[in-house]
């Protein structure tokens, strides 16, 4: 009779355990406000089903998980909330940095749908907080890679006093870019350069992959003698800069960094003057003195700045809006790999070699061309920008 | 919520006799098993709470209150947590000639929660509530016809959260 008793309110009490409404799809997430100050707003996810789980049709967001070859393995985060009213308030500060996180890939969906440009990556994104992994250059924390096997994001540990990497929009963005560079440039590059048949990667396939050829991302195992291996680099940097710009046209912050990494603001400022791209031949002395493909890795960081300078300044000319001229960018990035594959394993490209592709139909008046004649050398402002060949400005 | 406290007491007054009921309180310790915002790692929390048991013969109300805080940081961003819990449970207590009897619960409640929220200069505090369910068992005996000691074991389903908590507990408290 007792047992009768307790089974049928323990019945009970598991039934109505679930009832009532749970806290819905409005977060307390910190937020850049219009003035660029963050504050604890009220965020509504409207691509999120449940937030007790962050997985939607913007994002997968996972923390502290593994990350391999196919990317992240385990489950997605599950945030701590309370309820207050009918908004849910994280408990803790892995599960504000989870959900914000979520809500900022949830915006570059909806900036990416303004832009037409959804289309162009597969959807959900897969983003990791907290992700315990090494750089090549030994760092653990502050830092964000994305990576392009997996097609996903890390976002390391962050232990300064600033912007949380996982938080500023601007950083979100640049790791977010990588994606769409990884589809429209690398990817058909590295289709392009694989033979159709090569008897050597038979003999190899039964072993391991380091034995096969470097894919041209693949800086640590690139032949730096060759062109091919130096292309890396150039490639490397196109890539960063224009992660660089994208970030700062999302963010309408040209000095995106300085939140999170005050020690990179002027080094990656957007709105520097812009300066001439290193040359070709410089590239290759530069790798002739190195030891380890660090300091050209470095370089790369130092040339994407320089393009990233050019396409923020072009972009704020008044032609058209940032906005337009990022989708004019971002449209050309798939013409990238025809018009260098030819010559990608034959000479070094140079760093400016990306601006007649991407600039193209682009109208160049004085004010552009300015910008052009400081960022290319004469033989090459002559041969891309016939028309900017006149204008004369002081380096 | 209100409709679980009427219930769990209506079915400890409906199973009542005659007989005079017994106080006890104490201190008890609750280990809880978390799962935490990965998913795959599980931490373990202890909880301090103290206790009022009002006993007629096998049949038992208790109330609960616990308290813990909690703070956590990411860079600038600093997140505090005060939480304090309070729930009613209604027991059945077996073998009731031995001196170690075991015991069946069920209870509900809720956690009332205030989250504090820093970034720089920015600060925002919320206040919220988690209710919850629950159900139990373990072991008791009485020494000396006051010294009171227990353990057991819940599991408890929280609304905002999607698994159950589960938990061990210990108490030690005093008959009346």
Redesign the interface.
């Known amino acids: 009779m ?1 047992i009768g ?2 089974a049928i ?2 019945a ?3 039934g ?3 009832s ?1 409404q ?2 819905g799809n409005k977060v ?1 997430a ?1 937020w850049p406000t219009e003035a660029g ?4 707003q009220e965020i509504t996810l409207s691509t999120l089903n449940d937030p ?2 962050l997985s939607g049709g913007a994002a997968k967001i ?4 593994l990350i391999g070859g196919g990317g992240f393995s ?2 997605v ?8 009213g009918d ?12 959900v914000s996180m979520y809500a900022r890939f949830e915006h570059l969906l909806k900036f990416e749908a303004s832009l037409g440009t959804l289309d162009m990556l597969q959807w959900p994104r897969k983003v990791g907080l ?1 992700i315990h992994v090494r750089s090549n250059d030994g760092m653990t924390h502050n830092n964000a890679h994305y990576f392009g096997q997996g097609d996903s994001i890390a976002v390391l ?8 990497l996982g ?1 500023n929009p601007g950083v979100m963005a640049h790791e977010h870019f990588h994606g769409h560079f990884q589809k429209q440039v690398i990817d058909p590059i590295n289709l392009r350069l694989r033979p159709a048949f090569d008897a050597e990667s038979l003999f190899y396939s039964g072993f391991h992959s380091a034995f096969a050829k470097a894919t041209v991302e693949d800086l640590d195992r690139v032949d730096t003698r060759s062109a091919r291996g130096l292309n890396s680099f150039v490639l490397r940097a196109w890539n960063e800069g224009l992660a660089d710009f994208y970030g700062g046209i999302y963010s309408k912050n040209p000095r995106y960094f300085k939140d ?1 990494l005050p020690t990179l603001e002027n080094a990656r400022a957007l709105d520097a003057r812009v300066r001439e791209f290193m040359s070709a031949k410089s590239l290759q002395m530069i790798a002739a003195r190195s030891v380890g493909p660090q300091p050209l890795v470095s370089n790369s960081y130092d040339q994407g700045a320089v393009l990233a300078r050019v396409l923020f300044t072009l972009a704020n000319s008044g032609v058209e809006t940032p906005e337009a001229f990022l989708v004019r960018i971002m449209r050309r990035l798939n013409q990238i790999p025809e018009a260098i594959t030819g010559q990608f394993e034959l000479r070094v490209l140079e760093f400016g070699d990306v601006l007649p592709v991407l600039l193209r139909d682009f109208p160049l008046a004085a004010p552009q061309c300015a910008v052009l004649v400081r960022a290319l050398s004469k033989e090459l402002l002559t041969k891309n920008f016939p028309q900017c060949s006149n204008t004369s400005v002081r380096r | 919520m209100l409709k679980y406290f009427s219930a769990t007491l209506i079915a400890v007054w409906s199973a009542s006799v005659l007989a005079l009921p017994r106080w006890s309180g104490g201190v008890g310790y609750e280990a809880r098993l978390e799962r935490e915002v990965n998913p795959d790692f599980v931490e373990t929390k202890g909880v301090p709470q103290i206790f009022a048991r009002v006993s007629w013969t096998s049949w038992e109300a208790q109330l609960e209150f616990s308290s813990e805080k909690g703070a956590s940081s990411a860079g600038a961003l600093k997140v505090q947590s005060q939480t304090v819990g309070l729930s009613g449970w209604g027991r059945y207590a077996f073998l009731e000639q031995k001196r170690w009897r075991p015991f069946a619960e069920w209870g509900a409640g809720s956690y009332f929660d205030q989250i504090t929220s820093e970034f720089g200069a920015s600060t925002t505090q919320s206040r919220g509530k988690r209710p919850f369910v629950g159900v139990g068992g373990g072991i008791f005996a009485v020494y000396w016809n006051h010294l009171l000691v227990e353990t057991g074991a819940r599991i408890s389903f929280v609304r905002e959260r999607k698994e159950p908590l589960a938990a061990a507990l210990i108490r030690i408290g005093f008959v009346f």
């Open positions: 007792r008793i307790f309110f323990t009970l009490l598991m109505c355990a679930d009532g749970k806290c307390l910190l100050d963050y504050k604890f007790y789980s996972y923390f502290e998980a385990g489950k985060a599950r945030p701590r909330f309370t309820r207050a908004l849910c308030v994280p408990m803790d500060s892995a599960s504000a940095m989870a907290d540990p962050y232990n300064l006093q600033g912007v949380p938080l999170s």
